[in-house]
């Protein structure tokens, strides 16, 4: 079965730092690969995705993730990230071995602190 | 935004009582799926359903069970709670099997006592 590891659970940043939350997943077949972010009290929304094409994918509020086959890795960046940042993000993976691949498997998360 | 809506958005109970969760949808998406989060695991599959009728079990389905008779509703029921179902859960769906991008709806905070 997949598995997702995000290797930090809670990540301090200072305001205006870049960032990056880490995450790694088990199998080496295909796989689809998402971020989402969750903000406080609220459900999770899609930050990006990669499918397939190029290993760099840019999603919304300028986050960034690059995806490593060899290294079975897909770790979000920001270069300069802000208060609005602080949240809790999910790295999720889609296994397209599996018959029924509408179905993910979840990290279990990385909580952001953005310090002023 | 596919329009979820999940009730009660927040409810206790006591051990041994059945609840049911709601979750309900207007954009007609076929996929749709209970998650559980609790801290340090995650979100994990309860489980999903891909059609009306049709439902199959996540990871963690013991003590749930789903119905969901029309498209646009997905119920999950603890038959009876017991306090390891203290969780927040949530509800997603996804429009069709190539689409991948599950939408999640704003979640139901349940304490059994």
């Known amino acids: 079965a997949q598995s997702v590891t995000q290797l930090d659970s809670q990540v301090p940043v200072f305001e205006e730092a870049p960032v990056e939350l880490r995450c790694n997943y088990s199998s080496s077949v295909s796989v689809y690969l998402f971020w989402y972010v969750q903000y406080p009290n609220q459900g999770l929304q899609l930050l990006l995705k990669?499918?397939?094409?190029?290993?760099l994918v840019k999603g919304i509020n300028g986050f960034e993730a690059e995806f490593n086959k060899s290294q079975t890795s897909f770790h979000l960046r920001k270069p300069s990230v802000h208060i609005s940042d602080t949240a809790e993000y999910f790295c999720a993976v889609s296994d397209l071995s599996n018959f029924g691949n509408e179905k993910l498997t979840f990290g279990t998360g990385t909580r952001l602190t953005i310090i002023p | 935004d596919a329009g979820i809506t999940q009730s009660p958005r927040h409810k206790v109970t006591e051990t041994g009582t059945p609840v049911t969760l709601r979750c309900h949808q207007t954009?007609?998406?076929?996929?749709m799926y209970w998650y559980r989060q609790d801290p340090g695991h995650g979100l994990r599959l309860i489980h999903y359903s891909y059609g009306v009728k049709d439902t199959d079990k996540g990871e963690v389905s013991d003590g749930y069970s789903v119905s969901r008779s029309k498209t646009e509703d997905f119920l999950l029921t603890l038959e009876s709670a017991t306090s390891s179902q203290t969780s927040v859960y949530f509800c997603?769906?996804?429009?069709?099997?190539?689409?991948?991008?599950?939408?999640f709806g704003p979640g139901t905070r349940l304490t059994v006592t």
């Open positions: 954009e007609n998406h076929r996929y």
């Open positions: 990669y499918l397939s094409g190029s290993t």
């Open positions: 997603a769906t996804t429009p069709r099997q190539d689409s991948y991008e599950q939408y």
